[in-house]
Each structure stands twice: as structure tokens, then as C-alpha cells.
């Protein structure tokens, strides 16, 4: 068998009628026997041509079809705008503009957001070809302008054939998606293809696809055109600066065509993808049942993934990217993909690393890390995506994106213990639990990822009744810094799992947390908007409320920009783990006395509600500027402090969490996390680092520790602040004996 493209052979329908329940019954059936792809012809209504303008559109044929399987990959092959190409691949003459010609102007844009918008929607499952024309070249050129939503720029294209002024990028789709030419074997339809595709489909006539060669007598016609077009597609390929096996070479066969006529289309033509064009339901089981296993026995050789040439255009220096394993080859996203917008920023901070890899396994995380640990650049460890502080991105270094980990498992319902992988967000935590009548305190923010918040701390809604996140952990599974995969507990690993707890991200990568959770129903959820002008009063009397009051309640102050003409306003949210009114309004009624009340919402919710965050892509950009203390009491020192710090604009987002209560009933030393003794955590957002520093380093003296997920201080002297002398001493013993390389740096670095 001829190894030249070493592509994995797959095996097709191409479907030829449009009626959509027959379609999705043919689709259904072709997933049920392992076909790998089903493909739809989509041409645009030309004048004369009543039938095709009846026709179904293919996208929304697609659709229809895409919510009835569940496996199988979607294809549409499409005409552009202009005529086809003929057999030697040239197009008719050029003739005056015409009202529908700047009607199809647009197809290509809309051709790439609809196949953009149905790959996110089935999660990575469609193709699409564009049938060879004169202004093919363009259209595919545009297709991947707008899917290249990594760019900020508009997408801007002045052809002979199309001009795009100026368009928004995007959607970006799921995967990188696969874009063929289809077309007869006329030299300048195959050097187009050798330049601009992915996929090369042979095809009887360029005028459409749906017109199959005959079977019977004629494999040696196909396979001596297959290869016949694979010379000239090698070398324009070679010539463009291509790797050849970049180019699957496919070929539309009909269903009377046996196996020994298609072998050699296989072994000696490297045709990668094999297309039966058949709407009958008896061909398309007896193919699959009597042809298909031999096709499929003949191209078990060993296959190779090979980018793109604009792939490698973009990648960045420094980076194997030829040593990425193979279990990871897939799923890794480098700068020249599609999905290269979706994993690049964080919540805050723009990043633009040369390779992201999204493992979907404890193995595959351990061979993410044994790979990136080869590597000279940096590297950064991402759950969930949110990272206020930034570290989970970074620009021309390598990120292990845990997304893909995202399990919530009860293990034993009787002690209420559930298992979570790092890259669940917090909303699907609450979700999940809430059936059992169970929460965790995790935050206030339900899209923040369960990886990052679960190693540093937790500082909650119900951290004043039920303390940290890290109070309840019972045991974590972890990939160290040489690979290898441990358990920690308070028995195995102990020393370990007091490091995990606080300072997680210094020794390695959790690939799972147990936790066990607490009972807990609806709950009251209160917004109040105050009068904040005199800022220090409100702090010291919020302040003085949250101390007084019983644990079940936990409440969070913002304080914004004062604006022109307006009073400054604070915001106060509020959570009360009671589903009695009276209760509710009990508990409230001190912190709302805490400044002129100007608003105010307040209801009774099951917790999930509370915490529910819809997905969201995450595209921040700068970088971002954050300082963070803990403070034992608003004193009025440090109340006048914060109001001096708000009135000399360098904080546009002034935020101070409760938390007192349960969290100070843990010892001091008992975790990582050595902020017990605090009542307070601050966090101040700003725009300037020079500007921000001088306003928060004036307020040093009135705190007692640091919460390290909202800072972005680099300073030595901010993990003293963060880990007392003994603590740091326990963590730096432990990073020199789990991390003695110090792999694990892009994080609140503690030196080995």
C-alpha cells in the first residue's frame, strides 16, 4: 500500500435527494453502519434552472439532519457564486455584472458562517467543499478569512470575482474544518487545490457532484486519473510550499462498484476518502456489509497528521511542534487554527501562546507535561479559563488547557462525597448537586474554573457558614512535574495535600478533587444599591454588620468609578442560606443600613440559580492590573485608606468579599491557605500598574495576608505577604521535592 499521504480512509455517502426525513433516515443508517461522513450538494439558483432553485438548502438540510445523529461528520459541497469550471478547469468568459452576481457576492461569507455556526453546534462534525469555478480561489480565501476570528482586524478582500470592504471575523469554528475542491482533473483545478485546499474530490463532471463515474470496467479510468492528478497536485503543492500529504485525495464512486475494482484506488492512488453516491438504503447496507471491511483491511498502515502550511506559517519559535505526542495531536490548538480565538485569552488577559494542548485524560495530562517540560518556553496550567490573575495564558509558550476534564461524579451519597475534574466550571458544580439537595462554597462567580480556584483557597457564598472550598477537600489526584500520577490525602502524600491546599499550582496539575459537600436548600439572594459617597463610613459600618452577623450570611461590597453628575454608588450582594422570609430579611437588614439605600432586589432561589453563568467565550485583552490583601477588621484606618484609594481614580473596581466565620475556625498552619485570621478579602481592579501601587501600597500596613487568585503583583515581596516565613519554608521544601525543575513557574512562583 502506497504510504505517500498516509491519510485514515474513510468511507461516505454523497446523497443526491432532499427530502429531510429521508435524509435523516439514509443518515441515521449510515452512522449505524460506520460510514464516516454523509455529504450534501449545495449549488446556488441560476436562471433557467428551476429545479435547483426548488431544492432545500443544504445548510438547513444539514441541520435537520445534524439533530438526528450523533456521530457522524457533515459535509456540504457547494458552488461559490460563478459558473463551474470546465473539464480543463477555466471558466466562461467573463461577461458584465448582473443583480444576482451581487446577490452571490456574499456567498462565500455566508457559506463560511453557516459551516462556522453548524460545526460549534455539533461539536466538530462538518466538512465542506467548494466545487471548482473561476473565482474558487477567492471564495476558499475568504472562507478562511472569517473563520480566522483569532485576527482582530476585520477581513477585508478586493478580488476580480469578490469584494468583502470590510467584515467581522467569525464565527470560529469548533475544529479546523477540512475545506475540499471538487471538480474534474483539468490542471488548473488541481493546482488550485494543491494551493488552497485540504481535500481533493474527483468528480465525473466539474458542472456538479452528483454525477458519478460508472463502476464496472472503470477503476483503472479512476485510478489511472487519481494518479494522474496526484502529479500535478505534488508538485504545485511542493512549488506553494506545501507538504504534499497536507491534500486528502478523495473519490465519488457508484454503489455498484466492488472492492476489487476500489483497492487500487487505495493502495496505488493514496485515496484517502472513498464517496458513494447512492440514495438506496439496500446499496448503501450492502457496501458497508460486503465492501467496506476490505477497504478498511487494506488501509490499516500507519497514517501521519500533517498541517496546513498556514498552520505552520503561524507557528512560534521554540516549540517541537513534530514532538507533540500523538494522543494530543488532534485536540492541540496552534496559533494558524480556526479555534485559536477560543483558547488564547482569558477572562482578563490577552495571551497569544504558540501551542495550547486540551488533553482529555489523566495519561494524556502526564504526556502534555512530560512533553512541555522538554520545551524552552514558558508554560501555563488553565481549568476553566476565568484566571483573574492571568497566569493561565501566555504569549509564545505552551498552555495545558483541562477543559476537556469536566466530570462531576458522586461517589457515596451517604457522607456526600463527589468527585470533580479541574476544568468543570462552578455552574455546573451547583448544578450538578442540586438535585441532591447539596452545594459547595465555591466562589461567587459561577464560570469560574473548578482547577484554579480549588488549589489557591475559595472565599464563597457560604465561606462565613461552611468555609473555604479547600475545607473540603478530602483528596486530590495529581500529575507531577515528571509526569507521573500520585493520590494525596491526609494519609498518602500528606505533606503534599497540606501544599495542594493553597498553593496547588506550584507542584503539579490536579487532575481530580474529592470533596465532601453540605446539605443545603434554596437560599436568599439579595442586590442593594447604596449611596457610597462617604466610602469610609460604609466600610466601617458594612464592616461592623458582617462581624455581628450569624454565619449564615455572606455578603460582597463593589464600589465603581464615581461618574459625572452622580453620586458614587456601591453595590452589596448578599447571600442568606435560609428559605425563610422573615429569616432573610432579618439577616439583611444591618447591611442594608449601611448607606442610603437607592435600590434593592431580593428573592429566594435554589443556590444553582445563584451561581448559573450561560458559557462564554473568554477574550480579554492587555493585561490585567489587580492588587489583593486580607484584612482582619475594617478598621477606620484602613476604611479611610480605601476611600483615598477609590477618590484617586486608580481603581475602576473596588471589591471586598466576607469571609470571618468558619474559615477562621481552621488552623493557621492546618493548609497552604494561611489567611485564617482574616475577616476581609480586597481586591482592586486598575488600569495602571505605576498608578495602582502607589494607592495600594499605602494600604500594606492595614492587612495581614494576600489571596493569590486576584493578584498580578510579580514582586518577591508579595509571596511573603501571601505564605508567612513557616508556611513558605514547608512550601519551598515541598517544590524541591516535587518540582525541584521548577516546570510549574507561570503561576504565584514559589522558587524551588
Given at each position: 500500500?502506497?504510504?505517500?499521504?498516509?491519510?485514515?480512509?474513510?468511507?461516505?455517502?454523497?446523497?443526491?435527494?432532499?427530502?429531510?426525513?429521508?435524509?435523516?433516515?439514509?443518515?441515521?443508517?449510515?452512522?449505524?453502519?460506520?460510514?464516516?461522513?454523509?455529504?450534501?450538494?449545495?449549488?446556488?439558483?441560476?436562471?433557467?434552472?428551476?429545479?435547483?432553485?426548488?431544492?432545500?438548502?443544504?445548510?438547513?438540510?444539514?441541520?435537520?439532519?445534524?439533530?438526528?445523529?450523533?456521530?457522524?461528520?457533515l459535509a456540504a459541497v457547494t458552488a461559490p457564486a460563478a459558473k463551474p469550471a470546465t473539464a480543463q478547469g477555466t471558466a466562461s468568459a467573463a461577461k458584465?455584472?448582473?443583480?444576482?452576481?451581487?446577490?452571490?457576492?456574499?456567498?462565500?461569507?455566508?457559506?463560511?458562517?453557516?459551516?462556522?455556526?453548524?460545526?460549534?453546534?455539533?461539536?466538530?462534525?462538518?466538512?465542506?467543499?467548494?466545487?471548482?469555478?473561476?473565482?474558487?480561489?477567492?471564495?476558499?480565501?475568504?472562507?478562511?478569512?472569517?473563520?480566522?476570528?483569532?485576527?482582530?482586524?476585520?477581513?477585508?478582500?478586493?478580488?476580480?470575482?469578490?469584494?468583502?470592504?470590510?467584515a467581522e471575523r467569525g464565527p470560529a469554528p469548533a475544529h479546523d474544518i477540512p475545506l475540499w475542491i471538487a471538480g474534474d482533473p483539468g490542471p488548473e483545478?488541481?493546482?488550485?487545490?494543491?494551493?488552497?485546499?485540504?481535500?481533493?474530490?474527483?468528480?465525473?463532471?466539474?458542472?456538479?457532484?452528483?454525477?458519478?463515474?460508472?463502476?464496472?470496467?472503470?477503476?483503472?479510468?479512476?485510478?489511472?486519473?487519481?494518479?494522474?492528478?496526484?502529479?500535478?497536485?505534488?508538485?504545485?503543492?511542493?512549488?506553494?510550499?506545501?507538504?504534499?500529504?497536507?491534500?486528502?485525495?478523495m473519490v465519488q464512486v457508484t454503489g455498484e462498484a466492488t472492492a476489487a475494482e476500489l483497492l487500487p484506488l487505495i493502495e496505488d492512488a493514496g485515496i484517502?476518502?472513498?464517496?458513494?453516491?447512492?440514495?438506496?438504503?439496500?446499496?448503501?447496507?450492502?457496501?458497508?456489509?460486503?465492501?467496506?471491511?476490505?477497504?478498511?483491511?487494506?488501509?490499516?498502515?500507519?497514517?501521519?497528521?500533517?498541517?496546513?502550511?498556514?498552520?505552520?506559517?503561524?507557528?512560534?519559535?521554540?516549540?517541537?511542534?513534530?514532538?507533540?505526542?500523538?494522543?494530543?495531536?488532534?485536540?492541540?490548538?496552534?496559533?494558524?487554527?480556526?479555534?485559536?480565538?477560543?483558547?488564547?485569552?482569558?477572562?482578563?488577559?490577552?495571551?497569544?501562546?504558540?501551542?495550547?494542548?486540551?488533553?482529555?485524560?489523566?495519561?494524556?495530562?502526564?504526556?502534555?507535561?512530560?512533553?512541555?517540560?522538554?520545551?524552552?518556553?514558558?508554560?501555563?496550567?488553565?481549568?476553566?479559563?476565568?484566571?483573574?490573575?492571568?497566569?493561565?495564558?501566555?504569549?509564545?509558550?505552551?498552555?495545558?488547557?483541562?477543559?476537556?476534564?469536566?466530570?462531576?461524579?458522586?461517589?457515596?451519597?451517604?457522607?456526600?462525597?463527589?468527585?470533580?475534574?479541574?476544568?468543570?466550571?462552578?455552574?455546573?458544580?451547583?448544578?450538578?448537586?442540586?438535585?441532591?439537595?447539596?452545594?459547595?462554597?465555591?466562589?461567587?462567580?459561577?464560570?469560574?474554573?473548578?482547577?484554579?480556584?480549588?488549589?489557591?483557597?475559595?472565599?464563597?457564598?457560604?465561606?462565613?457558614?461552611?468555609?473555604?472550598?479547600?475545607?473540603?477537600?478530602?483528596?486530590?489526584?495529581?500529575?507531577?512535574?515528571?509526569?507521573?500520577?500520585?493520590?494525596?490525602?491526609?494519609?498518602?502524600?500528606?505533606?503534599?495535600?497540606?501544599?495542594?491546599?493553597?498553593?496547588?499550582?506550584?507542584?503539579?496539575?490536579?487532575?481530580?478533587?474529592?470533596?465532601?459537600?453540605?446539605?443545603?436548600?434554596?437560599?436568599?439572594?439579595?442586590?442593594?444599591?447604596?449611596?457610597?459617597?462617604?466610602?469610609?463610613?460604609?466600610?466601617?459600618?458594612?464592616?461592623?454588620?458582617?462581624?455581628?452577623?450569624?454565619?449564615?450570611?455572606?455578603?460582597?461590597?463593589?464600589?465603581?468609578?464615581?461618574?459625572?453628575?452622580?453620586?458614587?454608588?456601591?453595590?452589596?450582594?448578599?447571600?442568606?442560606?435560609?428559605?425563610?422570609?422573615?429569616?432573610?430579611?432579618?439577616?439583611?437588614?444591618?447591611?442594608?443600613?449601611?448607606?442610603?439605600?437607592?435600590?434593592?432586589?431580593?428573592?429566594?432561589?435554589?443556590?444553582?440559580?445563584?451561581?448559573?453563568?450561560?458559557?462564554?467565550?473568554?477574550?480579554?485583552?492587555?493585561?490585567?492590573?489587580?492588587?489583593?490583601?486580607?484584612?482582619?477588621?475594617?478598621?477606620?484606618?484602613?476604611?479611610?485608606?480605601?476611600?483615598?484609594?477609590?477618590?484617586?481614580?486608580?481603581?475602576?473596581?473596588?471589591?471586598?468579599?466576607?469571609?470571618?466565620?468558619?474559615?477562621?475556625?481552621?488552623?493557621?498552619?492546618?493548609?497552604?491557605?494561611?489567611?485564617?485570621?482574616?475577616?476581609?478579602?480586597?481586591?482592586?481592579?486598575?488600569?495602571?500598574?505605576?498608578?495602582?501601587?502607589?494607592?495600594?501600597?499605602?494600604?500594606?500596613?492595614?492587612?495581614?495576608?494576600?489571596?493569590?487568585?486576584?493578584?498580578?503583583?510579580?514582586?518577591?515581596?508579595?509571596?511573603?505577604?501571601?505564605?508567612?516565613?513557616?508556611?513558605?519554608?514547608?512550601?519551598?521544601?515541598?517544590?524541591?521535592?516535587?518540582?525541584?525543575?521548577?516546570?510549574?513557574?507561570?503561576?504565584?512562583?514559589?522558587?524551588?
Amino acid at each position: 500500500m502506497t504510504t505517500r499521504y498516509a491519510h485514515p480512509l474513510r468511507l461516505g455517502l454523497l446523497l443526491t435527494g432532499t427530502a429531510p426525513d429521508a435524509a435523516a433516515d439514509l443518515a441515521r443508517l449510515a452512522e449505524e453502519l460506520g460510514y464516516d461522513l454523509i455529504t450534501f450538494q449545495n449549488e446556488p439558483p441560476t436562471s433557467g434552472d428551476g429545479d435547483k432553485a426548488a431544492g432545500l438548502d443544504a445548510w438547513t438540510l444539514m441541520s435537520w439532519v445534524a439533530g438526528r445523529t450523533d456521530r457522524i461528520t457533515l459535509a456540504a459541497v457547494t458552488a461559490p457564486a460563478a459558473k463551474p469550471a470546465t473539464a480543463q478547469g477555466t471558466a466562461s468568459a467573463a461577461k458584465p455584472a448582473t443583480s444576482q452576481d451581487t446577490a452571490l457576492a456574499a456567498v462565500p461569507t455566508v457559506t463560511a458562517r453557516a459551516a462556522a455556526s453548524l460545526d460549534l453546534l455539533t461539536g466538530g462534525r462538518v466538512e465542506l467543499g467548494l466545487l471548482a469555478g473561476a473565482d474558487t480561489g477567492e471564495a476558499a480565501d475568504i472562507v478562511r478569512g472569517i473563520w480566522s476570528a483569532a485576527e482582530r482586524s476585520p477581513f477585508r478582500h478586493d478580488g476580480e470575482h469578490h469584494r468583502v470592504p470590510g467584515a467581522e471575523r467569525g464565527p470560529a469554528p469548533a475544529h479546523d474544518i477540512p475545506l475540499w475542491i471538487a471538480g474534474d482533473p483539468g490542471p488548473e483545478v488541481l493546482r488550485l487545490a494543491a494551493r488552497k485546499a485540504d481535500a481533493w474530490l474527483l468528480t465525473a463532471s466539474g458542472q456538479s457532484a452528483d454525477a458519478a463515474p460508472p463502476a464496472g470496467g472503470a477503476g483503472d479510468r479512476l485510478v489511472t486519473a487519481a494518479t494522474a492528478a496526484n502529479a500535478v497536485i505534488d508538485e504545485a503543492a511542493e512549488a506553494a510550499g506545501r507538504d504534499p500529504r497536507e491534500i486528502r485525495r478523495m473519490v465519488q464512486v457508484t454503489g455498484e462498484a466492488t472492492a476489487a475494482e476500489l483497492l487500487p484506488l487505495i493502495e496505488d492512488a493514496g485515496i484517502g476518502t472513498i464517496l458513494l453516491a447512492t440514495d438506496d438504503p439496500d446499496t448503501i447496507r450492502r457496501f458497508a456489509e460486503e465492501t467496506a471491511p476490505a477497504l478498511r483491511a487494506a488501509a490499516q498502515d500507519k497514517t501521519t497528521q500533517v498541517k496546513s502550511l498556514f498552520v505552520r506559517k503561524h507557528r512560534h519559535p521554540g516549540i517541537d511542534y513534530d514532538a507533540v505526542p500523538a494522543s494530543l495531536a488532534a485536540s492541540a490548538v496552534e496559533p494558524g487554527d480556526p479555534g485559536y480565538a477560543r483558547v488564547r485569552s482569558t477572562y482578563l488577559r490577552g495571551g497569544s501562546p504558540g501551542l495550547v494542548l486540551r488533553p482529555g485524560t489523566p495519561d494524556e495530562v502526564s504526556e502534555a507535561v512530560r512533553y512541555a517540560r522538554t520545551q524552552p518556553v514558558k508554560l501555563s496550567i488553565r481549568s476553566g479559563g476565568h484566571g483573574i490573575s492571568g497566569r493561565s495564558t501566555n504569549h509564545g509558550g505552551i498552555v495545558i488547557d483541562l477543559s476537556r476534564l469536566h466530570a462531576i461524579d458522586v461517589l457515596d451519597k451517604e457522607t456526600r462525597r463527589v468527585r470533580i475534574e479541574p476544568g468543570a466550571r462552578w455552574s455546573d458544580v451547583a448544578a450538578a448537586l442540586a438535585p441532591h439537595g447539596w452545594a459547595l462554597s465555591s466562589g461567587d462567580y459561577g464560570g469560574v474554573g473548578v482547577g484554579g480556584l480549588a488549589t489557591s483557597g475559595g472565599i464563597g457564598w457560604f465561606v462565613r457558614e461552611h468555609g473555604l472550598t479547600i475545607d473540603h477537600l478530602k483528596a486530590v489526584e495529581m500529575v507531577l512535574a515528571d509526569g507521573t500520577r500520585v493520590r494525596a490525602d491526609e494519609e498518602e502524600n500528606a505533606e503534599l495535600f497540606w501544599g495542594v491546599r493553597g498553593a496547588g499550582a506550584n507542584f503539579g496539575i490536579v487532575t481530580a478533587f474529592e470533596f465532601e459537600v453540605d446539605e443545603v436548600g434554596d437560599v436568599g439572594f439579595a442586590q442593594f444599591v447604596v449611596d457610597a459617597t462617604d466610602t469610609a463610613g460604609l466600610l466601617e459600618r458594612w464592616g461592623a454588620a458582617m462581624e455581628a452577623a450569624p454565619r449564615d450570611l455572606t455578603s460582597a461590597l463593589i464600589i465603581g468609578r464615581a461618574r459625572p453628575g452622580q453620586p458614587l454608588m456601591g453595590q452589596i450582594m448578599a447571600v442568606v442560606d435560609s428559605d425563610d422570609a422573615e429569616t432573610i430579611v432579618a439577616r439583611l437588614q444591618p447591611i442594608a443600613a449601611a448607606a442610603p439605600l437607592l435600590d434593592y432586589s431580593i428573592q429566594v432561589l435554589p443556590y444553582d440559580a445563584v451561581m448559573h453563568v450561560p458559557p462564554a467565550a473568554h477574550e480579554g485583552r492587555g493585561e490585567p492590573v489587580t492588587r489583593s490583601g486580607l484584612a482582619d477588621h475594617l478598621t477606620p484606618e484602613l476604611a479611610a485608606a480605601a476611600q483615598r484609594l477609590v477618590a484617586s481614580g486608580q481603581t475602576y473596581f473596588f471589591h471586598i468579599r466576607g469571609i470571618g466565620g468558619a474559615s477562621r475556625d481552621v488552623p493557621w498552619d492546618a493548609t497552604a491557605y494561611a489567611g485564617r485570621s482574616a475577616n476581609f478579602q480586597l481586591v482592586a481592579f486598575g488600569h495602571s500598574r505605576r498608578g495602582l501601587d502607589a494607592a495600594w501600597d499605602a494600604m500594606l500596613g492595614h492587612f495581614s495576608g494576600l489571596y493569590i487568585n486576584f493578584e498580578t503583583d510579580q514582586r518577591p515581596a508579595r509571596l511573603l505577604q501571601a505564605y508567612p516565613e513557616p508556611t513558605l519554608r514547608r512550601l519551598r521544601e515541598l517544590k524541591r521535592r516535587y518540582d525541584p525543575g521548577n516546570v510549574f513557574r507561570d503561576n504565584f512562583a514559589i522558587e524551588p
